[in-house]
């Protein structure tokens, strides 16, 4: 069966391919967060500063992303109201010393998906959210809405709310296929919302989404990236796209997938920081993937790291590396392009 055309069959289709993890997911605790990490990033101008991400666990997102496998990780049935506090406390207790600046809660889907965190909770959230300077949550972009300034107002001014929403690509074509069910004008419209609220916008963009081949990729790359700056965002997130929920290794054996080559990666972000239009970062959680050589992974992730941080490109892991693409004319070597569906 080819890839589907229609919004409703691709749903159908995605979750057909999923492997079956309802046992796992019956037995997650619910008053116990998936997981935290303390990681460093710098502020807006340039301060490096202390972050704890917590992966609370939730009711699944109503969305099929082609893409996702957040869905692993969450429950069968919504948490009842203050299991979402309780996982927060239970981070807290060991992830902040005191010194975290950010704290982050991912909920793999929306923060202000009722069915995700109750409403009831909001007000408690806040509460333990005071003390850092920002809090970050993420949402699907057409959740953004009123119920964000609310949330902001209940932050009381001592905590700046950033927003994290999933641009993802700004093809248009990709877009619709990765069944996201938005296009680049609602996520326009979100970051205009949040903009207009005063509350700070972050970005994921996927490296390599199905579909496209290497140098495509790369192009879109750059293109969603001057798409989401003309938007208004202040933090762009570089994801490089991987597989793992079923669907996606479906489109590998389809040759219209394949992780990016780790030089796409960082050849999309010295372009991005060379616009000099805010802050882009790697995400380095799956960067082993990229590479088969632990050695290389392990180096890479050093300098990426070291990129993220000091948001500058480093000229000499450029020159010491010559399959590095930046270190030709700026632009990739061809490549084989992928069959396309
Ligand atoms: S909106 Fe986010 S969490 Fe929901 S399916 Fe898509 S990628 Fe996954």
């Not at 495509?216 to 001057?226: P, Q, T, Y």
């Not at 990426?304 to 270190?327: G, M, V, Y």
Request: glycine share 6%.
């Amino acid at each position: 069966m080819s890839y589907p055309a229609v919004a409703a069959d691709r749903s159908r289709w995605i979750l057909a391919q999923r492997p079956d993890l309802t046992q796992e997911r019956q037995r997650l605790p619910v008053d116990r967060p998936s997981g935290w990490i303390l990681e460093e990033e710098p502020d807006g101008n340039g301060v490096a500063r202390k972050g704890v991400t917590v992966f609370l666990t939730n009711s699944e997102c109503p969305w099929r992303c082609l893409m996702c496998d957040l869905w692993k990780h969450t429950t069968l049935a919504p948490v009842p109201p203050g299991a979402i506090p309780a996982q927060i406390d239970w981070a807290l207790r060991d992830a902040d010393r005191g010194s975290v600046d950010y704290l982050k809660l991912y909920n793999a889907g929306s923060f202000f998906d009722p069915r995700a965190i109750p409403p009831s909770d909001l007000p408690a959230i806040a509460d333990r959210a005071r003390r850092f300077q920002k809090l970050v949550v993420e949402c699907h972009p057409r959740l953004v809405g009123d119920r964000c300034v609310e949330f902001r107002d209940q932050l009381a001014g001592t905590t700046c709310l950033e927003v994290a929403m999933g641009l993802e690509t700004a093809h248009p074509g990709v877009l619709e296929r990765l069944n996201k069910r938005i296009t680049t004008d609602d996520f326009a419209r979100a970051v205009e919302f949040l903009k207009r609220a005063q509350i700070a916008v972050r970005t994921f963009i996927l490296v390599k989404p199905p579909f496209l081949d290497e140098s495509e990729s790369l192009e879109w790359a750059k293109r969603s990236i001057d798409f989401a700056f003309d938007c208004g965002v202040d933090v762009v997130s570089l994801i490089p796209t991987r597989s793992g929920n079923g669907a996606m290794e479906e489109l590998e054996l389809r040759q219209v997938f394949s992780p990016p080559r780790i030089e796409t990666l960082h050849a999309v972000l010295l372009y991005g920081l060379r616009q000099g239009r805010g802050r882009v970062f790697v995400d380095l959680w799956d960067l082993d993937r990229l590479c088969s050589d632990a050695g290389v992974a392990a180096n890479w992730k050093i300098q990426f790291h070291s990129i993220n941080l000091r948001q500058t490109i480093n000229p000499k892991f450029i020159l010491a590396n010559p399959s590095s693409p930046w270190s030709k004319d700026g632009e990739l070597p061809a490549q084989s392009s992928n069959e396309k569906i």
